[in-house]
């Protein structure tokens, strides 16, 4: 496996979407560095899938750029690979045939490891229609990591999986990003898998990015690491805090 | 052995209603109510047809027609295609052509007789080329409506992956339009044969279209009845054909 | 079209049901244009109109039509010629009713639905017969159908009477037990015609000529072998023996030069087809014969 | 301004490639390249078209073939989409029907002719049965195709969610298969002014298929070429009306 | 509103369902009572969506039987509704015709209050086309309270949502619960989830159930209740310790 990427840094300036008269960003400012995880959280709705978008080069948008090593990202960013909230396997191919997409020939060995890796090796022949839905998200998960991409955008990757099959897959997540040091950006509900595994969450709010806290915590990361639960603390308390008066709720979990 | 009775079942349920009506028809030609000369028994369309079949003239009727059908389905099944292709991905040729194919695929072949003998004389070539515009159309807008349905999201994953041209269009265009595409090809496997009784009224002295239409000039019923009937097994045959593949292309989707 | 050898091609259009058949039949028309190098390609047409229509588009040179297609196809200004007409053979053609049929006079035709082929020769025998007895076409309700629905039309009743000719008359009569209120005589000759590409005409007249011969011959071959003709015939076209057997013994095959007489009678169908709104515009038929 | 322009290009790109070969055609005439009585000029054309429109026999023509395409369309609209959801819908029926359908629907219209005339007589009924026909198989194939391609989660969401008989029709099945419907009926108003030139040869004194086949008849080139265009037309306008129902039907799909 | 529902307990015994070759349900053993509120976890393609779907009679089992109310369950279990996994809305139908489907017109106007409690009311003319992930989630989550079901069956119903709105849907879901006393079958991947809202946890594991866990907490539960934590580790100690050797993490998550 390839060990070291060139420079993937992304440069967001400025950036605007709207959908007809719904403003969904409103600005977003935010430089990533070259081989950086970063995790967005935000309400539901508050545009983290659109900004995933953006970068994937998906969507025009209304202002402000995305540079991408430098360069103005135009039309589909080619360094990247999105993984969508939505899964999107193809219906009519087979599950490794599904993960073999866009694969150059010489490399479809690898999806069988990929597939390996996230638990579905005696899979491979079905169709996804007979799929369970966390199978499925794990099936289009293997299909983003197959491809070994400079820059990976994960939209929600681990949504639908249960306690032991998430925090192995955030493992499995965590290794490979240590090892190709791939830019990463995770689109995620769950504070605690952003804490975890993220070098920096980012917190959507309105349009614009409001909290943008780097996890300085020693790697592999300690759930049990006492500055955990603070960082955790931290970011709900800013999510739960600012748009909820159930203060009762954050006042448990900030004590807990 | 219930599996065994529900299979035969769902072998011979769909033949009872042409079954029974076949019977119907003996019966009432037997009892005299339908007039021999205007309507024959089945009986009798069996014995023409034997009569036809053993002269070798049947064969022969149904071997030449079927070439032409064959290279007509090809050709017109093939522009068919590739502009339903186009016109449904590029926003362009959509466009341009497809406002023309609308418009050329309302012309009846019967008036278009006059010009074609122009522009191709009274030979095969008029003939294979009034099946294929009758076969193109279907084909056309099966193909243009299941490409535009493609699911948008699938396509844009595809491009995501890194596939475009021809990747793209194999791996995600055409298996997700393949479902419409192949009840236009269902369709045209019968204008095929639905066509040729009007490109065989040009000059034609063979195939089961003038058979037919020479049966009517001098009203022999019989064979007017069995050419029907020949037509309609056609038509069930196209339909095993496009069924196979149906089955074989759309496994994913039992 | 040729073959692409140096031989050249004459290209006849023939309907099954036609004195040409019988040439291509006996098959000597072949033996007798071989040694002038020629090939004879033959195309069969269902109806009149569509060998001209064929003709008229070049893509044939030579053929036979009724009396009326010509008409059409000079108003259209088609590019041929008539080279010849048929014998005259009114007595195969005519306006059948049922038996018991209470139409008993061509008076009675009046407020009657009658059927016969859009611009055919019955279409101007019917004109004819009416005419005759002081009527006019509107007196009639035309219904317009080729013979084959006609007949269908007829035995259902849905008709009272049916313009058409041999075979269909004789195998109406024969198998339906219809009867003839008239048979054309005194309205109508309704002779073959025998038609070329203009062109062809012109350079080829010796061609021609020697197709017309050996027309003349296979006819009187046909005229004097009725026997054999009907055995001919019927697996040909596919009708009892007896319908084909009565068509032929009440008509002569043959030949005549275009002669003034024939240009008369052709010029007043052309007349009464325009007076009837039918072609569009007055036309010569001496134009387009050749003499 | 941009938007304008590319509002108006839209417009009229199609009619681009009509225009551009009635233009060359127009030229060949004039310089004499295409013979007239071959195939008179546009122009002649146009003058055949104003002759029969001020005699009032073009309206006439039109609106009678109208009359009856509409008929033909509504009875074998309705019959083939009522089979088509049926069998669709129903295991049963589809067994008991559809291969019936597939076999009746490959009959030549114009070998059926003697049948119609011994079933239906020369009036009104054997024409508007022929449209009826014709009509009734791309509706029912499309219709067919449609509801066997609805999402069955979602059909069974709509059952969970206490949706039954109509209320699951209407609210699952049709709308789902509805974007297959509009191309059976997009191609069956085609198929309705089609079918016209053959029904109307049974005993016809007017209309559009009737005014064609007279004109063949009567090689009257400028007619037949005013049909051909007329179908033309027909034809463009058939999809005007599909496309409005698709635009105000499947706006969800935008 | 009603308040009181008839009796509308479930008994399943002996369950088994198998997809081809593959056993799915290896013989469950469940009594539900009546307005009992039940979460079940498991691995990722333990069967949790099969078993909601045979309990909705949307599918036959191969063994077993499923009583509802003392009656064998066959063909659609008629008293209940049951919010999919993968959302299912109409696409042709905007927001509040989805949430309206197979209401009398009577109900209707609950409609609209169902989508104000999940927070989508600015939003009831949009097609579900243009909702984000969790806002489809959520349109489907209203759907399946507007009915008012004797026994409602959730299939992750909060999994593509936000910490935040997360919390705000479990109280609507707990208070409705409350008020109205349906029974309840909620499948969840989040075991914190589960304990906060469920009478009884169940864990299925091989197609069996290997654990049925009253949490007997006070209503409305507290998390920092130190009962709490105390099922949660017995409840995730048991999913983690059973099926992976990844003890440390497990030993993380038991010590924090
Ligand atoms: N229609 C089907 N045909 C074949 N196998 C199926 C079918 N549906 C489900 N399965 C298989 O049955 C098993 C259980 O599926 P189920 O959807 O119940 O899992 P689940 O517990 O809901 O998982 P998840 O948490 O990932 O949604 C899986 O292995 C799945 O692949
Ligand atoms: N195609 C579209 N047309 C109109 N509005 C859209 C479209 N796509 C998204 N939106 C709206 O933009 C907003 C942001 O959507 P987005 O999918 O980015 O949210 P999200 O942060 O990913 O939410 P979730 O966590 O629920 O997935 C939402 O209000 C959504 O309704
Ligand atoms: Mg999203
Ligand atoms: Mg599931």
């Known amino acids: ?256 | 052995m219930k599996i065994l009775t529900k299979e035969t079942a769902k072998k011979f349920i769909p033949w009872f209603l042409p079954f029974t009506l076949l019977l119907g028809w003996q019966l009432l030609a037997w009892t005299g109510a339908i007039p021999e000369r205007i309507l024959p028994a089945p009986s009798k369309v069996v014995i023409a047809a034997i009569d036809l079949f053993s002269t070798g003239e049947l064969l022969s009727n149904v071997s030449i027609s079927l070439g032409r059908a064959l290279a007509g389905f090809l050709i017109g099944g093939i522009i068919g295609f590739v502009f339903g292709l186009l016109n449904g991905i590029f926003r362009i040729t959509d466009l341009l052509f497809d406002t023309s194919i609308q418009m050329l695929r309302n012309i009846p072949h019967l008036a278009l007789i006059p010009l074609v003998i122009l522009w191709f004389g009274i030979g095969e070539t008029s003939k294979i080329f009034l099946v294929a515009l009758g076969v193109l159309f279907p084909i056309y807008i099966n193909t243009y409506h299941g490409v535009k349905n493609v699911d948008k999201g699938l396509v844009e994953m595809g491009k995501v992956y890194g596939l475009k041209g021809t990747s793209l269009f194999f791996n995600v265009i055409l298996p997700g339009a393949m479902s419409s595409i192949l009840v236009g090809i269902r369709f045209s496997l019968g204008v095929m044969w639905l066509t040729l009784i009007v490109s065989e009224t040009i000059s034609a002295h063979s195939g089961i279209g003038y058979m037919a239409m020479n049966a009517r000039e001098f009203m022999q019923m019989d064979v007017i009845v069995m050419s029907i009937l020949l037509y309609a097994l056609f038509g069930k045959l196209s339909d095993v054909i496009a069924r196979y593949f149906e089955d074989r292309l759309l496994r994913w989707n039992a | 079209s040729t073959d692409g050898s140096t031989e050249d091609v004459i290209r006849i259009g023939y309907q099954k049901n036609g004195p040409l058949i019988i040439l291509k039949t006996l098959g000597t028309l072949e033996e007798r244009l071989e040694s002038e190098g020629y090939k004879v390609e033959w195309n069969e047409f269902q109806a009149g109109p569509a060998l001209v229509e064929a003709l008229n588009a070049d893509s044939i040179d030579f053929g036979r039509t009724g009396n009326t297609p010509p008409i059409f196809a000079q108003a259209a200004n088609a590019p041929f010629l008539t080279v010849a007409a048929g014998k005259s053979k009114f007595e195969g053609s005519g306006i059948l009713v049922a038996e018991g049929s209470s139409i008993l006079s061509l008076e009675d035709l009046k407020g009657k639905k009658v059927s016969f082929s859009k611009g055919s020769s019955s279409h101007y025998l019917i004109v004819k017969a009416l005419e005759s007895v002081g009527l006019t076409y509107s007196d009639i309700t035309p219904v317009y159908l080729s013979p084959g629905d006609a007949r269908i039309a007829f035995e259902q009743g849905q008709t009272d009477a049916m313009v058409v000719w041999d075979p269909f008359t004789s195998s109406t009569q024969i198998n339906m037990g219809a009867k003839l209120l008239i048979d054309g005589e005194g309205y109508t000759t309704d002779r073959d015609f025998f038609i070329a590409n203009k062109e062809f005409a012109k350079e080829n007249h010796e061609i021609i000529d020697i197709v017309l011969e050996e027309i003349e011959k296979s006819s009187d071959w046909a005229n004097n072998n009725h026997g054999e003709l009907v055995k001919m015939l019927a697996p040909i076209i596919d009708i009892d023996e007896a319908s084909i057997e009565m068509a032929v013994k009440r008509r002569v095959y043959g030949v005549d030069s275009i002669n003034d007489e024939i240009i008369k009678e052709q010029q007043e169908i052309a007349d009464t087809f325009y007076r009837l709104d039918i072609i569009p515009k007055k036309i010569n038929v001496k134009e387009v014969m050749d003499d």
Chains 1, 5 share one sequence.
């Open chain 1, 1 to 256: 496996m390839k060990v070291i990427k060139k420079d993937n840094y992304i440069l967001i300036e400025g950036l605007k979407k709207s959908y007809g008269e719904r403003q969904v960003l409103g600005g977003i400012e935010l430089n990533i560095e070259s081989g950086e995880f970063v995790a967005i959280v935000g309400k539901s709705g508050c545009g983290k899938s659109t900004l995933l978008r953006l970068i994937a080069g998906l969507e025009p948008a209304d202002h402000g750029s995305i540079m991408v090593n430098g360069q103005q990202l135009t039309g589909l960013n080619k360094t990247s690979r999105i993984m969508f909230q939505d899964g999107r396997l193809l219906p009519w191919k087979q599950v490794i045939e599904n993960v073999c997409i866009g694969l150059p020939d010489s490399e479809k060995i690898k999806a069988m490891d990929a597939l390996k890796q996230v638990g579905l090796e005696d899979r491979m022949n079905d169709w996804p229609a007979k799929l369970s839905g966390g199978q499925k998200q794990r099936v289009a998960l293997a299909r983003a990591l197959v491809h070994n991409p400079s820059i990976l955008l994960l939209d929600e990757p681990l949504g639908a999986l249960d306690a032991l099959t998430r925090i192995e897959m955030q493992d499995l997540l965590e290794s490979l990003w240590m090892q190709q040091k791939f830019t990463s950006v995770l689109v995620t509900h769950d504070v605690e898998e952003a804490v975890s595994i993220a070098d920096r969450v980012i917190l959507i709010e309105d349009g614009v990015i409001s909290l943008n806290q780097p996890i300085l915590l020693p790697r592999p990361r300690q759930r049990t690491h006492p500055a955990f639960s603070r960082y955790m603390e931290e970011i709900l308390g800013k999510i739960l805090n600012r748009s909820s008066p159930k203060i009762s709720l954050v006042r448990e979990l900030q004590e807990s």
